[in-house]
């Protein structure tokens, strides 16, 4: 199974909306559609597991969606911190990665 | 705290050997499936091997098969990977991650900060 992330690259400001897309080339199971956030120089972090739950810590501008074949993460208001590459994730592969730059 | 701490990096020639090691501590490493996922430079991430809870299930990803092994010993808290026969395209940062349950390569819970292995001559 092949993980399609879209856009490559978000240009956005500090408090405008993300969505990013992850599309699997055959349904799955949310159960197991996690999404992660990494930065410069740091290990990933996880976001979003079973497509909807947000892990411990995790603030509620992030939310996680989706079903089948088409996910997707949402980050409701972009802090300055939120500027990062962000991983879909399905047992055995990753998707390609979002960048989300600044504006 | 909760932490894991990998070591074991370095340079190495092609189809030359290395054992990765990862260091658990703060939890119950016994309830967690492990894995090993790298991520080359400037690339994305590349799940790598997998071992369960209590070492009896254990896959690696077709680009390993055959070369690299996952193993774990719960009386030290440590997860392994040794690496044979490799390869420029090996080059990478290798993490540890922890599962999120006692299968592995669930969503990953907990990774360490990695250890860097550059294959060159």
């Known amino acids: 199974i092949v993980f399609t992330q879209s856009p490559g690259t978000l240009s956005l400001s500090p408090g405008e909306r993300a969505t990013l897309s992850c599309r699997a080339s055959?349904?799955?199971?949310?159960?197991?559609l996690a999404w992660y956030q990494q930065k410069p120089g740091q290990a990933p972090r996880l976001l979003i597991y079973?497509?909807?739950t947000r892990a411990t810590g995790v603030p509620d501008r992030f939310s996680g969606s989706g079903s089948g074949m088409d996910f997707t993460l949402t980050i409701g208001r972009l802090e300055p911190e939120d500027f990062a590459v962000y991983y879909c994730?399905?047992?055995?592969?990753f998707g390609q990665g979002t960048r989300i730059d600044i504006k | 705290e909760v932490q894991l701490v990998e070591s074991g990096g370095g340079v190495v020639r092609p189809g030359g050997s290395r054992r990765l090691s990862c260091a658990a501590s703060?939890?119950?490493?016994?309830?967690?499936?492990m894995d090993w996922v790298r991520q080359s430079p400037g690339k994305g991430l590349e799940w790598v091997c997998g071992?369960?809870?209590?070492?009896?299930?254990?896959n690696c990803a077709a680009s390993v098969w055959g070369r690299f092994a996952i193993s774990r010993d719960n009386a030290k808290n440590s997860l392994y990977l040794q690496m044979n026969s490799l390869r420029a395209e090996d080059t990478a940062l290798y993490y540890c991650?922890?599962?999120?349950?006692?299968?592995?390569?669930?969503?990953?819970?907990?990774w360490g900060q990695g250890t860097m292995i550059s294959v060159s001559s």
């Open positions: 994730q399905h047992p055995g592969t």
């Open positions: 055959q349904s799955v199971s949310g159960t197991y």
């Open positions: 079973g497509a909807s």
């Open positions: 703060g939890f119950n490493f016994d309830a967690h499936g």
């Open positions: 071992v369960g809870w209590n070492g009896d299930n254990k």
């Open positions: 991650a922890r599962s999120g349950g006692r299968d592995y390569d669930l969503h990953f819970d907990l």
